[in-house]
């Protein structure tokens, strides 16, 4: 099938790639001709495993190529949207700019009876606003959401664990869902769930999946503050209450909390359209879940002041990791950078490193000092700050790394090390919710 991909980030470029790679004949479109200049040599703009040997296969077969302009979906049967939805500036909602944007961009080279398939996190309701302009154009408007996790994204997008297709609630609906089954044939041949809904039940699926993904990081966040007043340890705990199949012990890791382009934002443009939509009261856990993630960084930054009892002006900090999560370099309300920023604000002399993410981080934080190597940031540093669990973070050694630093101090705000072992070799250790 002819397909275009309208927006190719994290989430459109993949797409994009995963689409070409089943098959289909697919066209990328982005505003940024840097990002389409990467994409159409081959090469993404950010970091994600897998993604350049997808896309140049892709490439390579003639199935996928690139471009800035839109006029050339002309011929496309659907066309996905991938725009970002971020934070607006003046509030927690969603700014919608960009998807409304796509759209107009879009609608005067709507084929008719081409389908138009939102991709991009949107407040419940706007597909119903937005089906009016596509439906009067001669096309039709579906909402099928998105659920890749970066890292994973290129698997993700090729084995979803479930697709949804939110579609309008008239006659041609069902026609609607013949069309995105095509897209997806390979996919519903393995065995893949589908679920068809109205628009506003597709929406909120994703919106509930992350708010409840966010819900359950601060559960267990909080335990690990009550955690820290009692001496318990709420890995532990985490292991023993994940032992019981309704809880699971996945999403239940303590540690400095969760970032990164969807969870954060999501979370509050939730909480703003319900408020919208006079229903605020049955979304207010989440202002909750939102502070205990902030509370998390502060936490981290205050067991680096403590270690120097207060005086952390001119000690020099290494900080390892600036992405939201490992395997990325998306630095988007990243915990770790957080965490950078504010202990170079209270004067700490901190040198960041990451595998990935330091060019991202640099161009939101000019002013912080950043080495390409762990090794040299480690070295002569007074304090160890583990943010972003990357395995090489995982696997230092600890009798290793005490050959490079000035004073054997770790905080291990991913709760990943095993804290016996860097003990054993004389660190002063301190995780998050563990005594
Ligand atoms: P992104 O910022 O990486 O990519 C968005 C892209 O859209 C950019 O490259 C931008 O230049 C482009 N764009 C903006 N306006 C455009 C227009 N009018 N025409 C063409 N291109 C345009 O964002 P992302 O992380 O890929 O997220 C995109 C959407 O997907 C968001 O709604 C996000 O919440 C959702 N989502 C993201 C993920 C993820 O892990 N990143 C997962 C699921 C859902």
């Known amino acids: 099938m002819k397909l275009s991909v309208i927006g190719c980030g994290y989430l459109g470029a993949v797409h994009a790639a995963a689409m070409a790679s089943i098959g289909h004949d697919v066209v990328g479109v982005d505003v940024d001709p840097a990002k389409i200049a990467a994409l159409s040599a081959g090469t993404p703009p950010f970091h994600e495993p897998g993604l350049p040997e997808l896309l140049e296969q892709a490439i390579a077969s003639g199935r996928l190529r690139f471009t800035t302009d839109i006029s050339e979906v002309h011929d496309a049967a659907v066309h996905f949207i991938g725009v970002g939805t971020p934070q607006r500036k003046d509030g927690g909602g969603a700014d919608l700019t960009y998807v409304d944007g796509a759209i107009d961009a879009l609608l005067p080279h709507l084929a008719p009876g081409s389908l138009v398939a939102g991709k991009s996190t949107v407040p419940v309701g706007t597909a119903a606003r937005l089906a009016t302009a596509v439906h009067a154009a001669g096309a039709r408007l579906a909402w099928n959401p998105e659920f890749l996790r970066e890292?994973?994204?290129?698997?993700?997008?090729?084995?979803?664990?479930?697709?949804?297709?939110?579609?309008?609630?008239?006659?041609?609906?069902?026609?609607?869902?013949?069309?995105?089954?095509?897209?997806?044939?390979?996919?519903?041949?393995?065995?893949?769930?589908?679920?068809?809904?109205?628009?506003?039940?597709?929406?909120?699926?994703?919106?509930?999946?992350?708010?409840?993904?966010?819900?359950?990081?601060?559960?267990?966040?909080?335990?690990?503050?009550?955690?820290e007043v009692t001496g318990a340890d709420v890995t532990t705990l985490a292991d023993a209450i994940g032992h019981d199949a309704r809880i699971g012990r996945r999403f239940l890791n303590a540690g400095v909390g969760f970032g990164g382009g969807c969870l954060p934002k999501d979370i509050r443009a939730f909480t703003a359209r319900a408020e919208e939509l006079g229903r605020g009261e049955s979304v207010a856990f989440l202002k909750n879940v939102d502070e205990i993630n902030l509370r998390r960084r502060q936490r981290v930054v205050d067991l680096v002041v403590d270690s120097f009892e207060g005086q952390v002006h001119g000690k020099r900090v290494a900080v390892l990791g600036l992405a939201f999560k490992p395997d990325s370099d998306d630095t988007r309300d990243s915990p770790a950078l957080d965490v950078a920023v504010r202990l170079h604000g209270l004067g700490a002399d901190v040198v960041c490193t990451d595998p990935q993410a330091i060019d991202n981080a640099r161009r939101q934080h000019p002013q912080l000092e950043y080495a390409a190597t762990t090794s040299e940031a480690l070295n002569d540093a007074e304090a160890v700050v583990l943010v972003t669990e990357w395995r090489?973070?995982?696997?230092?050694?600890?009798?290793?790394?005490?050959?490079?630093?000035?004073?054997?101090?770790?905080?291990?705000?991913?709760?990943?090390?095993?804290?016996?072992?860097?003990?054993?070799?004389?660190?002063?250790?301190?995780?998050?919710?563990?005594?």
């Open 151 to 227: 890292g994973f994204a290129v698997k993700d997008t090729l084995e979803p664990d479930r697709l949804v297709y939110g579609v309008a609630s008239d006659d041609d609906a069902a026609d609607d869902v013949a069309v995105l089954d095509a897209v997806y044939a390979q996919t519903l041949e393995t065995g893949t769930p589908r679920l068809v809904t109205d628009y506003a039940t597709a929406e909120l699926v994703k919106v509930a999946a992350n708010a409840f993904l966010a819900t359950k990081i601060s559960f267990i966040n909080a335990m690990a503050e009550i955690a």
């Open 392 to 435: 090489e973070y995982r696997d230092l050694d600890p009798a290793a790394v005490a050959d490079l630093v000035a004073r054997k101090v770790v905080i291990d705000g991913r709760n990943c090390l095993d804290s016996d072992a860097w003990r054993a070799r004389g660190w002063q250790f301190h995780g998050l919710g563990r005594p």
